[in-house]
């Protein structure tokens, strides 16, 4: 989606649009009150002009304010905009920049079902709530970009719909220049999640270790970035016997991709981010049932999420270094396929029983974190649809954060709250590393507790020695089951907007 926006000074009862977009917020309280129009961005004043049509339809419609609710309403050539959307925005106290994309993503919708070309709006140029013009004008971009996101690779390139909506038109009466730079960053990340998405959404026969490595490729030629992919050769030469393994059953070989970001100045720090890529997961020989095997081409999210940071930092050019690595591999069935209860050793050289094929994603990273800290990181941070049990441990939508950092976890937070990545921590509770001992080998992959996220975390934990580290679940949050907020059903690009907000703090 090309989007051009433009800033303009034009009267709002005047400007040619196809919708003119005013906010209606939520009164407090239980009772459910009609929303209120805002005097900042026209609203009351698009009111006046057309007689309170707009404040009866919100009583009347029952229009409550809340985030996310909208209505179109057709205005028949008494102002400039063919029809005004009023878009709800929720209770003051609860505004905040997700509210914005979220506001975003309704314009996108709107304007593709009225074929509309041209929307046109107020940015207020005072802060809203904490909230500055330029913090909302990114976040709005971001909306509409990721609102408009379609995944279209596979339909009849002539029945596909094309895309109408072109221009936005912001009422500005303050500086322009932030805006424009605000618009262009929040672009950058929205174009890098859609990237991200388009990755997870494509097949597994489509999406093979091979394709991520050729991906990784491309990304790397970009200034300020190279790339190293080792094939299966490569892998058992750097002795990551555990991705080797849960690879020896496919017809698709494993990669192991390593893009590397140099800073133009001096490092601040040097950060590791690995993601795993498993660009099919059918279990293995503990195979999934038919419920949770359907959606499996997603458990590359973690690469698909690396990736898109990588391809966003020469354009943001954050002070840190950052080794992006990538083990991709499928975890299939066949006669040469690893079988429960195998012991392999891994890079790190603790052994390991293999308790549960279906575990394979910790097996995969444990080699590449140790590959990994041979660049020596100031911190790591590991990316992966680890496991199902985020679902019960925190539902469908949040990230599940562990580590052995508290400050590094805080600083993920805080950047994946401005993100709108609902992310929450769980502890690394040490009293379930016993479950992960009990084996004829060093550490066996399940760790035989309820608190499989957990387990899963400490299992990593068990190599990355003393370097500060945080792990990202995102087996729920990468894909939605359902069309929600921003995303459309299918892949989200969980985590791309938590890792470039953190890293841009360099
Ligand atoms: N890829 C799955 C985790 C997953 C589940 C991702 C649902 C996305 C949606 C992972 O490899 C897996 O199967 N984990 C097991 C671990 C268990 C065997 C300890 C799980 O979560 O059940
Ligand atoms: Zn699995
Ligand atoms: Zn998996």
Same mark, same amino acid.
């Given at each position: ?31 459910? /009150? ?36 909208? /209505?179109?309403? !057709? ?10 959307? +009023?878009?709800?925005?929720? $209770? ?70 094309? !895309? ?29 999640? #859609? ?14 270790? $091979? ?145 549960? +094929? ?17 660049? /020596? ?29 508290? /400050? ?16 929450? !921590? ?18 066996? #992959? ?50 791309? !907007? ?9």
């Amino acid at each position: 989606m090309k989007l051009d926006f433009e800033f303009t000074k034009e009267d709002i009862t005047k400007i040619k649009a196809d919708i003119f977009i005013i906010e209606c917020r939520k009164m407090p309280g239980e009772k459910k /009150k009609p929303g209120q129009l805002l005097r900042t961005d026209g609203g009351a004043a698009l009111d006046k002009k057309l007689g309170g049509l707009i404040g009866r339809i919100i009583t009347e419609e029952g229009l409550t304010g809340e985030a996310g609710c909208y /209505k179109v309403i !057709q205005t028949h050539g008494k102002i400039g905009a063919k029809n005004i959307l +009023v878009a709800g925005i929720g $209770e003051d106290r609860e505004f905040d920049l997700d509210t914005v994309r979220i506001v975003g993503a309704r314009i996108s919708k709107v304007a593709g079902e009225l074929k509309a070309s041209s929307v046109a709006g107020v940015v207020q140029p005072e802060k809203v709530e904490k909230f500055t013009p330029a913090e909302r004008m990114q976040a709005l971009s971001e909306g509409l970009i990721l609102g408009g996101y379609r995944f279209e690779r596979y339909k009849d390139k002539k029945a596909i719909e094309k !895309q109408t909506f072109k221009t936005i038109k912001l009422i500005c009466r303050g500086d322009t220049a932030p805006l424009s730079k605000a618009i262009a960053t929040g672009t950058t990340i929205a174009e890098a999640i #859609n990237y991200a998405r388009d990755l997870v959404n494509t097949p597994g026969d489509d999406m093979t270790p $091979e394709v991520v490595a050729k991906e990784a490729l491309k990304i790397g030629k970009k200034k300020g970035l190279s790339c190293t992919i080792l094939d299966e050769k490569g892998i058992k030469r750097e002795r990551m016997n555990l991705i080797s393994a849960i690879s020896k059953g496919s017809a698709n070989p494993p990669r192991f991709i390593h893009i590397k970001y140099t800073p133009p100045r001096k490092a601040g720090a040097r950060i590791a981010i690995v993601g795993k890529g498993i660009t099919f997961d059918s279990g293995g020989y503990h195979l999934k049932p038919i419920k949770h095997i359907e959606n499996m081409k997603c458990d590359m999210a973690g690469a698909a999420a690396v990736l898109a940071v990588m391809k966003m930092l020469p354009s943001f050019k954050p002070n840190v270094a950052v080794d992006g690595i990538i083990a991709a591999s499928e975890n299939m069935i066949d006669g040469k396929s690893i079988k429960p209860g195998d012991v392999i050793i891994s890079r790190s050289g603790k052994t390991i029983e293999i308790s549960n +094929v279906d575990a394979e994603g910790r097996l995969i990273i444990a080699d590449a974190i140790d590959y990994a800290l041979q660049k /020596k990181p100031d911190m790591l941070i590991d990316i992966a649809t680890l496991t199902g049990g985020v679902l019960y441990a925190l539902g469908e939508i949040y990230t599940a954060i562990l580590g052995n950092d508290q /400050k590094l976890i805080d600083k993920l937070i805080s950047a994946s709250k401005e993100g709108g990545e609902p992310t929450w !921590q769980l502890p690394l509770e040490k009293k379930y590393l016993k479950g992960l001992k009990e084996a004829i080998a060093d550490l066996n #992959n399940t760790g035989k507790t309820y608190a499989i996220v957990i387990s899963g975390a400490l299992f990593l934990s068990e190599f990355v020695g003393k370097t500060r580290w945080a792990h990202l679940d995102i087996a729920e949050s990468a894909w939605a089951k359902e069309e929600r907020d921003y995303h459309p059903k299918g892949g989200t690009g969980a985590g791309a !907007q938590t890792l470039i907000r953190f890293l841009m703090k360099y």
